[in-house]
Structure formats: C-alpha cells, structure tokens
C-alpha cells in the first residue's frame, strides 16, 4: 500500500508521502527493541546472551542486530555497502579482516524473533528509532546515572525496561534498593525494573544451569518482552503509526501555515504595487 497521490498533491507536502509509504509499509515488520546505555554498561554482553551465544566481539563498535531467518548465521555490511555472510562461528574471524564494519546482523531461526528484532547501537550514537527500550546501568553507578534514561521516557512515549547491569557485582541487599530507588526516580514509568548479569547468563547457558540462568535475570528480562512487547505488538505497532502520523499531520500543518502567510505577503505586495499604479 502507498499514501494516495492527492494527499500529498501540493508542491510544500511532497517529502510527506515518502513518510507516509515507509509507515505504511513498516507497520508489519518485527518491532525494534533498542538496547540503550553509556560505554561499559554491557550492551552488546546483553546482545550475545539474548542469542544464547557469544557471537559478537564486545570490542565491535559497529551497529549490532539479532534478526529472525530461516537459517542460523551472519552477515557485516561494510562501510561502503559491501556485504560480507557466514555462519555464526565464523563471525568473529570474519570480522578480524575487515575494518570497523557498519552493521552486524545475528540471523536465527527463532520463533520469538518473528515479531521482534534487537538492535544494540554503537557507544556514543543516537538511539535509533526504537518501538521499544532495554536501557542498561550499571549497577554500581550513582543514581544520577539515570537522568538520561528518565529524560527518555519523558520526552518519549514508548515503553522501555530498566535493566541494572553487572548486578553480579554488588551485595544483594544494595541490589534490592538500587531497583526501588530506579523504579522511583524514573516515576514507575518503565515496564518493569530488573537486576542483570548477562555475562552470567552467557555462562548459565552454556553450561545449562537453569539455576543461575534465573539468577542472571535473563529469565526474569525475557519475561518482562513477553508480556510487555510480545505479546502487545498490535497495540505497539498502531501506537508507532498513530505517533508517526501526528507528526506528519503536524508538519504538514505548520508547512501550510507557511504557505499561507508568503501567499498573502505576496498578495499585499501585488495590492500594494497595484495601489501605486491607480
């Protein structure tokens, strides 16, 4: 389906069709889920545990993705475009004899992953346009560390996870207040607030031990996108177009505003000019 010609039909709305057909043709992809965080938060540790594997190089500073397909593998595309595929274990080699690389893509065929996909962005960047947010703190790091994640869901209507990563790391107890405190300095907003280890998940998984894997966190965070993205991409989905159209509709308003009041400077200009020749 395409935005019908006559609704972007003036000359100042043209740009405003691509917008509409790229909503319109993205309303039945996989829901992104960004993994958001500073430097050394464990992102991309959190990526490779969500994949069951650790596929992706912590030291990679490119953009990473875990995608559904129908066959388990990899593909880098390069700086120019170039597009490089091969089997999981073979990525890191792969990746060993190219330069930084703009993109990662995980590829596995896992059913959960036919309606989302995870993106871990690089440190530093912009988070990406995201139907939702894991955003990953440290668990030793100071309440203020925060203050970026609440902004976020202040200024942003979509739902996110707050994640206290390296949680391994601290006595249980502090781990216990530090989630209070978050819960309440990000007002209750989040899905839910939850302690993480990821590195120990990867570790609980490759050695099947069901007992740390729960205490990782990965089973309670795996919960949290079940009930929270899931099992509401419908809703999430329609929230995403009925966003993205308020903002077309809104720039197409202030656009027409625009419009109108050059055409009548203008046409006081020509009456001006018209009152001068009589």
Not at 107 to 135: F, K, T, Y
Not at 228 to 246: H, I, M, N, S
């Amino acid at each position: 389906a395409q935005a019908p010609d006559r609704v972007v039909g003036w000359p100042e709305l043209s740009d405003l069709r691509a917008r509409l057909d790229h909503l319109i043709s993205h309303h039945d992809e996989p829901l992104t889920v960004a993994l958001l965080g500073p430097p050394g938060a464990g992102r991309t540790t959190l990526l490779n545990a969500l994949a069951g594997q650790p596929v992706v190089p912590t030291s990679s500073r490119a953009l990473h993705l875990i995608r559904h397909g129908r066959k388990a593998g990899a593909r880098i595309i390069g700086l120019k475009g170039e597009v490089v595929e091969c089997p999981l274990d073979g990525l890191r080699g792969a990746l060993a004899g190219l330069e930084t690389p703009r993109r990662i893509e995980v590829i596995l065929p896992v059913d959960e992953l036919r309606g989302i996909s995870v993106v871990d962005p690089p440190s530093g960047a912009e988070p990406p346009p995201a139907d939702v947010a894991v955003w990953l703190v440290p668990a030793d790091a100071p309440l203020s560390a925060w203050a970026q994640p609440a902004d976020w869901l202040r200024r942003s209507s979509r739902p996110a996870i707050a994640a206290l990563a390296r949680a391994d790391g601290s006595p249980r107890d502090a781990v216990k207040r530090q989630l209070r405190a978050v819960h309440d300095a990000l007002d209750g907003r989040p899905l839910g607030v939850v302690a993480l280890a990821a590195q120990v998940g990867l570790e609980a998984l490759k050695a099947r031990d069901l007992k740390r894997l729960k205490a990782s966190g990965l089973v309670a965070l795996h919960r949290l996108l079940q009930a929270g993205v899931v099992q509401r991409a419908d809703a999430l989905r329609d929230e995403a177009v009925a966003r993205g159209t308020a903002l077309i509709r809104r720039d197409a308003l202030a656009r027409c505003r625009g419009a109108v009041a050059r055409l009548e400077r203008q046409a006081g200009e020509v009456g001006a000019l018209c009152g001068r020749l009589t």
